[in-house]
């Protein structure tokens, strides 16, 4: 059973986030900001990965630590679910359109953190959202998860549109990357042996 359970429990945030990586995507999500709600809830219909996801955090200062916080147990939440990742595909990538956007994700469960980020905004927020806190998350969720995660707009105009698909795209490669390859299901995809 690839699954985990995170509780987080600061002075700033009180957090608990459940995945299985290998669910239908079934979500349950509250973090007191609508529009992470909903990315999340994307992430999760389009990973597969079922999410459980409750935060309580301090929105009356902003959304910060609601923000980084929650990627923050959601990625410890994915990279204890993948154990030792044995028999994992690793790598995964999407091309991610939505109207007139276009973003491309891709991604490696490499246990070495790092994110390239290349997704400019035109404007600050997003519903209550402020957007310079979007490559935070992004950048928070790959930090606990161990992965190496690369998200680029190609093209769009639409701030909605941009983040939505760079959502839906990490979902879309994540989903490859964490399912088994049938082929090598008894060993860890890496000449060292340790991912």
């Given amino acids: 059973m690839r699954q985990a359970t995170i509780s987080r429990d600061t002075a700033e945030t009180r957090i608990t986030a459940t995945v299985d990586l290998d669910g239908t995507g079934r979500y349950r999500v509250s973090t007191g900001i609508g529009f992470l709600d909903h990315m ?16 309580e955090g301090d929105l009356h200062i902003d959304g910060h630590h609601t923000t980084e916080d929650s990627a923050l147990a959601l990625g410890q939440a994915v990279a204890t679910a993948l154990g030792d990742k044995r028999g994992v595909r690793r790598y995964g990538d999407a091309l991610s359109p939505m109207d007139e956007c276009l973003t491309r994700v891709a991604l490696d469960l490499s246990g070495r953190p790092w994110l390239v980020w290349r997704c400019p905004f035109t404007q600050t927020r997003l519903g209550s959202w402020d957007t310079e806190l979007i490559e935070h998350w992004f950048h928070s969720f790959a930090q606990t998860a161990g992965m190496t995660l690369h998200v680029e707009l190609l093209h769009g105009q639409n701030n909605h549109h941009i983040v939505e698909s760079a959502f839906k795209g990490l979902a879309r490669a994540l989903r490859q990357a964490v399912e088994i390859d049938p082929r090598k299901s008894d060993a860890v995809p890496s000449t060292k042996g340790i991912l």
Avoid: A, F, G, W
Wanted: hydrophobic letters at 45%; glycine letters at 0%; zero cysteines.
């Fill in 40 to 55: 999340v809830e994307q992430l999760s219909r389009h990973s597969l990965i079922d999410i459980d996801l409750t935060v």
